[in-house]
């Protein structure tokens, strides 16, 4: 009988990664899933504090006055506000919006908390749930409630803050491809793309398996539009009364979408071993297995420090298999009565190679095995993103490509930034949008894939997204 290739939500769910909730919108983040996010919060949280940021809470509750104070934010963020209308049993003289991002409850303190240049810059990261009304949730892609960092800072100078802007970006870029073996094209969103309230938006896009894209996180210049609004102001060393220049940047639980989607097959997840909550899995073939030798393998996996789960559950080796090449484990070990006797491990890894070593001779190559394992799966993915990226200069020539809503991966074409384009682009080929200016492309000459005006700079890329 052929297997049925799951989908997407499917998958999520199958291999144990979350499951729907009795509440609309939102998920459970089973603890598959969840062990993903603290391992991606780990070494985050360490590249924020070794850049100089530190953690803080901000409340969850917004009076609707804080939100209503930044036009274009309000404008961007109420039609997917939650509202708190009444509390205590009594209705609230005034409003409280549930946080879909922290900039107008944080920057309202930051106006007390900066008076002096000797206050900034001043870098505060906060993990947290945000709550984002959702009508068509997808799990970990957009939910209602959802789970990320958020990073404000604020500096004396704009060349300071467009350092912070870039930098947070680039963290965010190596740590997707070094951890999530995700290459990303790291650039500038269009006007009509960006962020409510924002100057500019720069953001990292990555192409997933179904060759639609995912915008993986953004970091935002705010320039000086929220220090005017908030009044955060501070004295220079002349003595002069200065607005602060800020930034705001975040990734979110998103993050364990994109590395289910970008390395995905049809057997299932392929998860990069360094944040896959097992990195090892070991299947004693049947319960007559020397126990003794299960748990010597089981010393060295903890002596090398991996993370591994031992399969004891009375289920075929079959069905084993299956089971933990859906959930995307990096390294299969199988033990039988045959390699007890031998002292060896047969191991599969879920790229399909297959070793049949000594014990000694396995766990001094292990660390290499799991190395090249993350190592290829970037190299996959690289290619993959090559293979599918189109430079394109005729607007028929884009649209047959994403003909019948079809997703066709990246398009690189010169665009004029116009809304109108834009919009023209959007439904002329089933839902194309821009992601980015790509920060890393030369600049040339051309004409707008739409409207044919000049365009002098750097190409766009377009792409159906999630
Ligand atoms: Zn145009």
């Known amino acids: 009988m052929r297997k ?63 939100m209503n104070k930044e036009k274009e934010h ?110 990303v094209i790291a650039g500038r969103k269009s006007d009509n793309e960006k962020f409510a309230g924002a100057v500019a938006t720069y953001t990292v896009e990555a192409l997933m398996r179904d060759k639609k894209a995912l915008q993986c996180g953004t970091s935002h210049d705010l320039g000086q539009s929220f220090s005017k609004v908030f009044e955060i102001k501070f004295q220079d060393k002349e003595n002069k009364q200065q607005y602060v220049w800020q930034t705001s940047w975040g990734v979110s639980t998103r993050l364990i979408g994109a590395a289910i989607m970008a390395h995905r097959d049809d057997k299932g997840v392929i998860l990069p071993p360094l944040i896959a909550p097992y990195q090892v899995v070991v299947i004693p073939i049947n319960n007559l297995v020397n126990a003794e030798y299960i748990v010597r393998i089981e010393k060295e996996l903890k002596d090398k ?58 766990f001094n190559s292990i660390d290499s095995l799991l190395l090249n394992f993350q190592n290829e799966l970037f190299v996959r993915a690289t290619e993959f993103q090559k293979t599918n990226t189109f430079d394109i200069d005729q607007f028929t020539e884009f649209k047959n490509l994403f003909g019948q809503g079809k997703s066709s991966g990246f398009v690189k074409a010169y665009f004029c930034g116009s809304k109108e384009c834009e919009d023209t682009i959007k439904s002329e080929t089933f839902g194309v949008t821009s992601r980015c200016i790509p920060l890393d492309e030369t600049n040339g000459e051309g004409s707008c894939i739409c409207c044919k005006k000049d365009v002098n700079g750097k190409k766009t890329i377009f792409a159906k997204a999630y």
């Open 74 to 183: 309000v404008e961007g963020f109420s039609p997917e506000c939650a509202v708190v209308t009444h509390g205590g049993g009594v209705r609230l003289q005034e409003s409280l919006i549930v946080r879909p991002t922290s900039e107008t409850i944080m920057y309202e303190t930051y106006r007390t908390l900066i008076t002096s240049y000797r206050d900034l810059p001043l870098k505060y990261n906060q993990w947290a749930n945000v709550v984002r009304w959702e009508k068509r949730p997808r799990p970990f892609l957009r939910t209602t409630e959802f789970l990320w960092q958020e990073g404000h800072t604020a500096h004396a100078t704009q060349e300071e803050s467009i350092e912070e802007v870039l930098r947070m970006l680039n963290i965010y870029k190596t740590f997707i491809e070094e951890y999530l073996a995700i290459p």
């Open 4 to 66: 049925k290739i799951l989908n997407y939500d499917e998958l999520v769910r199958e291999a144990g990664f979350a499951i729907n909730s009795p509440t609309k919108g939102c998920i459970v983040i089973l603890e598959y899933g969840y062990k993903i996010w603290e391992i991606i919060q780990r070494r985050l949280d360490q590249l924020i504090k070794d850049t100089g940021h530190s953690n803080v809470y901000f409340p969850l509750f917004i009076p609707e006055s804080l």
């Open 305 to 362: 420090g991996l993370r591994y789960v031992i399969d004891n559950r009375d289920e075929s080796a079959g069905s084993k298999f299956n089971k933990w090449e859906l959930k995307g484990v990096p390294i299969r070990l199988e033990i039988g009565d045959r390699e007890c006797e031998r002292q060896t491990i047969s191991a599969t890894s879920r790229l399909g190679k297959k070793v049949n070593t000594p014990i000694n001779e396995f």
